[in-house]
C-alpha cells in the first residue's frame, strides 16, 4: 500500500499541534466461519485474475477490524474480533480458505507486513500509554520479539535494504516524540535522534525527509538527506510537500512551477538521480494539498493512483477520479477507470488485483476493470 492512513492521520495531528504550539508561541475471538458460497477446494473454473474467480469474504461489523494486507498473490491477512480476543488470520481469494494464526488478548490497533513479506510487526495497547510490539515470522508464525514502549501514538516504518532493522517512532502525550532502531535479529532497542518524526531510511544510519520549519508554518519544504547530525539538500531548488519510499526508489510530491493546479511527481533512485516524474492535477486543502491515493507494484514497477480528474478543492471537489497506471521503466500511462471513488489502495504483489475503498472491502480486477465486493457485510 502506497502511505498507511496511520501516518496520514499521525502526520494531521502532528501539523495541527504544531500549528497550534506555534500560535502559542506567536500571540480497537470467538473464531469466525467463513461463508462465501462455495466450498473451499471447489475448482475454479475463472483463472485468478478476474473478479469471477474470486471467493467473497462475509463477516459483519461488529467482527471486523481491517485488512492487513497481501501476504501473497492468493491470500490476505485480515483483523477480526469479537470484543474478548483478537485474530489475524490469511484469507485465500481463490478457494475462501480462512486459517487463523495469530492471537492477541489486547486489542491490534494496527498491523503491517514486512516488504519482503518476510516479517509480520503487530501493535497491540495492554495499557493507556503503552505500546506492544510483536514481530512473528510469516513462514511459521513464530514469534521472534516482542517489545513495549511508553507512547501514546506510534509509528514503524521498515527498512527494506535492512529488513531486521524496524524504525520506530514514539509520540507522547504533548507530541513530543522518541525515534527507535528495533533490531530484530539481536533483540535489541537503539535509540536514535532524528530531526523529524516522519522519516524515511537511506542507508543503515542515514534518513531522507521532508525538512519542515515548525516555527514558520509552510505548505512545502526542502528534501535533505539527515546523517550523524548533519543535513543534505537534494533538488536545492525544489520543494515538496509529500514524500515516499517505493522499493528501491523514491517518490516526492511538489507543486508544478508552471501551474500550481498541477503537482509534480518525481521518481529518483538512491543516488539522487530522477529517473522519471509526471504532472496530474491536485486537490487544495486548508492547509496545503491533498495526497492523493496510490500503490506502488514492484514486481512490475508500475505506479497506480487515483487520480482527480481537474484541479479543485478538496472539501467540495465534485469533477470525479481516474485510476491510471504509470510504467516507471517505459513512462507509458494507461487510464484503467475512468470512474472511481477516491478511497484507498492495497494492491497484490502482481498487480493483478487492488483492494480499495475505505475498509478495503471492494476488489478491482485491473487488466478488465471490473470491480466487486470483497468483504460483504
Not at 467463513?34 to 463477516?59: D, N
Not at 488478548?105 to 506492544?132: C, F, G, Q, R, V
Not at 535522534?193 to 531510511?201: A, C, D, K, R, T
Not at 504483489?349 to 478488465?368: N, Q, R, V, W
Amino acid at each position: 500500500m502506497g502511505r498507511s492512513f496511520t501516518k496520514r492521520v499521525l502526520l494531521f495531528l502532528f501539523a495541527i499541534f504544531l500549528l497550534f504550539l506555534s500560535g502559542c508561541q506567536n500571540a480497537q475471538f470467538e473464531r469466525i466461519r467463513y461463508h462465501s458460497g462455495k466450498e473451499i477446494g471447489t475448482e475454479m473454473k475463472a483463472p485468478l485474475s478476474s473478479v469471477e474467480s474470486i471467493v467473497t469474504y462475509q463477516t459483519n461489523m461488529e467482527q471486523f477490524r481491517f485488512v492487513v494486507g497481501w501476504e501473497s498473490n492468493k491470500e490476505i491477512l485480515i483483523s477480526e474480533s469479537n470484543g474478548e480476543q483478537d485474530v489475524i488470520f490469511s484469507y485465500n481469494i481463490e478457494n475462501g480458505e480462512r486459517k487463523d494464526r495469530f492471537f492477541s488478548d489486547h486489542p491490534i490497533i494496527s498491523a503491517k507486513i514486512s516488504p519482503s513479506k518476510k516479517y509480520l510487526l503487530i501493535h497491540t495497547s495492554p495499557l493507556l500509554y503503552e505500546a506492544s510490539i510483536r514481530i512473528y515470522r510469516l513462514d511459521t508464525d513464530e514469534l521472534v520479539l516482542e517489545k513495549t514502549f511508553e507512547s501514546s501514538e506510534i509509528d514503524y516504518e521498515w527498512n527494506r535494504d535492512w529488513e531486521d532493522k524496524i524504525l520506530i517512532v514514539t509520540f507522547y502525550a504533548d507530541w513530543t516524540f522518541q525515534p527507535y532502531i528495533l533490531h530484530i535479529d539481536e533483540e535489541r532497542i537503539e535509540t536514535v535522534e532524528l530531526p523529524h518524526p516522519f522519516v524515511y531510511w537511506f542507508g543503515d544510519h542515514s534518513w531522507i525527509l521532508l525538512n519542515w520549519n515548525y516555527d514558520i508554518p509552510s505548505m512545502t519544504a526542502p528534501l535533505v538527506v539527515y546523517k550523524k547530525g548533519s543535513t543534505e539538500t537534494a533538488f536545492p531548488e525544489k520543494e515538496f510537500y509529500y514524500l515516499d519510499r517505493l522499493g528501491d526508489s523514491y517518490v516526492a510530491i511538489g507543486v508544478s512551477e508552471k501551474d500550481e493546479k498541477e503537482a509534480e511527481f518525481i521518481f529518483f533512485d538512491k543516488k539522487m538521480q530522477p529517473f522519471f516524474s509526471f504532472y496530474a492535477p491536485h486537490l487544495s486543502t486548508f492547509s496545503g494539498w491533498q495526497i492523493p491515493y496510490y500503490n506502488y507494484i514492484e514486481e512490475t514497477k508500475e505506479f497506480i493512483m487515483i487520480e482527480p480528474i481537474a484541479y479543485g478543492e478538496a472539501d467540495i471537489y465534485k469533477g470525479g477520479f481516474q485510476l491510471v497506471k504509470f510504467n516507471l521503466e517505459s513512462g507509458e500511462k494507461s487510464v484503467l477507470l475512468n470512474q472511481i471513488e477516491n478511497t484507498p489502495l492495497n494492491c497484490s504483489p502482481d498487480g493483478k488485483f487492488c483492494l480499495t475503498g475505505h475498509l478495503f472491502e471492494k476488489m478491482i480486477a485491473l487488466k478488465s476493470g471490473d470491480m466487486m465486493e470483497f468483504i460483504q457485510f
